[in-house]
Structure formats: structure tokens, C-alpha cells
């Protein structure tokens, strides 16, 4: 594997996993809500992942499909350009429901 390529991959492993670093084993949404360092830092983790997974797409090289890839850039265009449109709820489903996934396929990917 390329190592551009392989290098974006460690930056959305090394994200997700502070992701999760950032946040206490039983952390429920309405504490994520009051936690304003942990929700910036939730979000640029986010946008980290976003930007990698588009250098990724972009990469002339790369033979690698991300699933959902479109989305996972949308919604790092959306924090970075439209912060004021991004909804706690938004941020905490992906932390729940998307990043489990997207880290199984990145370590898969990786292998």
C-alpha cells in the first residue's frame, strides 16, 4: 500500500480512537451536551477523519473505497464551513453508530 495512503489511514484510526479517549466510558448525550472541550475536540477529530477520507478519494493512486466516504466528507465540509448548522445530536449519533463501523473497516483496510 501506498504510504500517503496508509498514512491517511493511521490519522482516521488515531482520530476515531481519541475520539473515544475524549470521552468517559459512561458518558451519556445530555453530559456530552454540557462538555464543551470534549465536543470540540469530538468535532475536530471528526473533521481530521473527513479530510483524510477525501485526500484518500482524491489520491490519483488509490484503489480504496471507503464506505460511506461522501457522507463522512460532507460532514467535515459541514463543521468546518458550516459550524453553526451542526446539531449535538448529528455529532453524537456518529460517535455512536458510524465511528465502530468506520474503525472496523479502516483496521480491515489497513491489513
Known sequence: MDNKINAWLEDILRSIDEIYD??????DFIEFQKDLKSKKAVERN????????NRISNYRFSDIEIENAKQIIGTRNRIAHEYDNISDEVIWTIVIRELPKLKEEIIKLMK
Open 46 to 53: 471528526i473533521e481530521i477523519i473527513g479530510e483524510a477520507v
Open 22 to 27: 475524549f470521552l468517559p466510558e459512561k458518558i
